[in-house]
Structure formats: structure tokens, C-alpha cells
């Protein structure tokens, strides 16, 4: 879950990326694709931890597989606040909130 802390760091951080290369739908979409991006270091780092290539060997750590998901979680907050604004915090919340009574439904 994130904090209002860190949504506020999120929200500093949408500002940042609009100041800097605006807020067009070219630009919406490279947050988005930020996001598929980083899921795909997370494969990487996983595969690397796993060592499932032979000619590499073992070369990330689940630490670093740890770091990529942080990456993910980031990209991803940042591009729900760019599109939900200012409920960004509210959608997760009744994101998670519907997900947990749907699985808690499952659990008993
Ligand atoms: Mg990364």
C-alpha cells in the first residue's frame, strides 16, 4: 500500500514529467509504456536470478528482482496518477479494498 507520503512524492513526480515533456497523449502513452518496460526488467532480473540461460549463469540476485518490482510499483503509481489525477489514491484503495473481499469471499 502506499502511504500519503509517497503519493505525494508520486504527485511530485507526475509534476516533474509534465513540466518537463508535458501532458500529450504521446506522452500519457510513454508512461504506460514506462510501465511495460519495467515489467520486463523484472522478467529479466528474474531469469538472470534463475540462471536459465547457460551461456550467462546466474547474474541478478532477488534483491535486484525486489528492485525491478519497486521500479514496476513506482511506473505504475506514477502512470495511475497521471491518468486518475487526484483520485489516484482513492482507485487503489477501492481496488485493493474490492480484491481483498473478493479473495477473503474465496478463503471461506
Ligand atoms: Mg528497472
Redesign the pocket.
Known amino acids: 500500500m502506499i502511504n500519503p507520503a509517497q503519493w505525494a512524492t508520486i504527485h511530485r513526480l507526475v509534476d516533474w514529467l509534465d513540466r518537463e515533456n508535458g501532458r500529450s497523449p504521446h506522452e500519457v502513452s510513454m508512461r504506460l509504456l514506462k510501465l511495460v518496460?519495467?515489467s520486463g526488467?523484472?522478467a529479466q532480473?528474474y531469469i538472470g536470478m534463475t540462471g536459465q540461460n547457460p551461456r550467462k549463469g546466474v547474474t541478478h540476485t532477488a534483491a535486484d528482482v525486489a528492485?525491478?518490482l519497486?521500479?514496476?510499483i513506482l511506473?505504475a503509481a506514477v502512470a495511475l496518477a497521471t491518468i486518475a489525477d487526484t483520485n489516484a489514491e482513492a482507485t487503489l484503495n477501492a481496488k485493493l479494498t474490492k480484491v481483498a473481499a473478493r479473495a477473503e469471499a474465496v478463503a471461506q
Open positions: 518496460e519495467e526488467e523484472v532480473a528492485d525491478e519497486c521500479d514496476v511506473s
